[in-house]
């Protein structure tokens, strides 16, 4: 848990030098600004997210765009290249730190590749609201730049709820194998952990391999681990990208239904394989929602309000059962969810 924190405001002549201010093109590629409507001028964010690479932090972005229209918030968006590239990321947050945004929201690569920057924008008592992946809490300690807020998935649960059902889909038990993301990635790390413990005694991980978020790795690496272990039962995989890719992999070696994939996101290509039964679940959890609720505690931090120190956006278990469900309501949540920053936005 993040120490609680009072959302710093900017000093009245910073916010006054926004209004009427033109939106900032994005001068780095992957940049885009939102322009804010009535109500909103008064606030001018900055978003620093991973890679648009990868269609999870394009739905996250979709998130940030649509909250930054409907509250009226000027929003600047960077990218990083690809979703390793930890320099590129803090070099764009480097570029942003002195410019006059009144709250940074930053979905970090690392937990650590941000803390310069960080650094930066806490000396200049401007707000940190920090998205889906955790700055490391001791480096930003260290720096003095802890965030206001963190708002995103509990992993842990996540990988639980994969793990408990990967035990429903093989009762009589056998070998699993993880299929994880960068090798030391705190997320990654925190799903394989939480699957581990939600799969009971029956089932036992024979195999572990990091295949960077990548899914022509994953399909790699899944083939070689299906030849290694050809008694194998199932997968979990630590996101859908690499998940569709392991999936794949199963249907090339004539094993599909017979080998059970779990992987989590809850992105549109993994809700469609769900529901045509080539993947056999995943854990969804909502960028689009971490996005807009990230743009809400900029709202609340420049209305003075105290903001949650943590706050876990919603996650659903997808099956065939509620696929169809799950895909009409996307990029939505299907099901209801806390929102602590709507009444503080307001």
């Known amino acids: 848990m993040l120490p609680t924190k009072t959302a710093r405001r900017g ?3 910073a916010l006054a030098a926004t209004l009427g201010a033109i939106a900032l093109t994005a001068c780095n590629s992957g940049g885009s600004t939102s322009p804010g409507g009535s109500g ?3 606030v001018k964010a900055a978003a620093i997210i991973k890679g648009l690479d990868n269609p ?4 996250m972005k979709q998130g940030i765009d649509q909250q930054a229209k409907t509250g009226g918030v000027s929003v600047t968006v960077q990218a990083a290249n690809a979703i390793t590239d930890t320099t590129g990321q803090a070099d764009k947050l480097n570029g942003l730190a002195g410019q006059n945004y009144s709250c940074f929201i930053v979905n970090p690569i690392t937990g650590t590749n941000l803390v310069q920057g ?15 992946s955790p700055i490391d809490a001791k480096a930003a300690q260290s720096a003095k730049a802890t965030p206001a807020t963190y708002i995103g998935t509990d992993n842990i649960q996540a990988g639980k709820m994969a793990g408990a ?28 952990e939480g699957f581990t413990q939600g799969i009971g005694s029956k089932l036992k991980v024979v ?3 990091a295949a960077d978020w990548d899914r022509q790795t994953a399909l790699t690496a899944a083939g070689n681990i299906l030849r290694a272990h050809p008694a194998l039962k199932g997968f979990f995989v630590a996101n859908d990208d690499m998940g569709l890719g392991v999936a794949r992999a199963i249907a090339d070696a004539g094993k599909t239904g017979q ?3 779990i992987s989590v996101d809850g992105i549109k290509d993994a ?5 045509a039964g080539t993947l056999d679940g995943t854990v969804a959890q909502y960028p689009y929602a971490i996005g807009l609720m990230g743009v809400e505690a900029c709202q609340a931090a420049a209305k003075g309000k105290s903001l949650p120190a943590n706050v876990k956006a919603p996650v659903e278990l997808v099956t065939k059962d509620n696929a169809a469900q799950a895909l009409a309501a996307t990029p939505k949540p299907f099901g209801s969810y806390e929102d602590p920053f709507k009444s503080l936005a307001q």
């Open 11 to 13: 000093t009245a002549a």
């Open 40 to 42: 909103g001028g008064n």
């Open 56 to 59: 999870f932090f394009q739905t």
């Open 118 to 132: 960080l650094a930066k924008i806490a000396a200049l008592k401007k707000t940190i609201v920090n998205i889906d």
């Open 165 to 192: 059902r990967m035990a429903e889909l093989v009762p009589g038990g056998g070998d699993v194998a993880v299929v994880g993301g960068i090798a030391g990635d705190v997320t990654s790390g925190a799903r394989v």
């Open 207 to 209: 195999q572990t391999v």
């Open 259 to 261: 080998v059970k994939v």
């Open 271 to 275: 809700l469609d394989a769900v529901k």
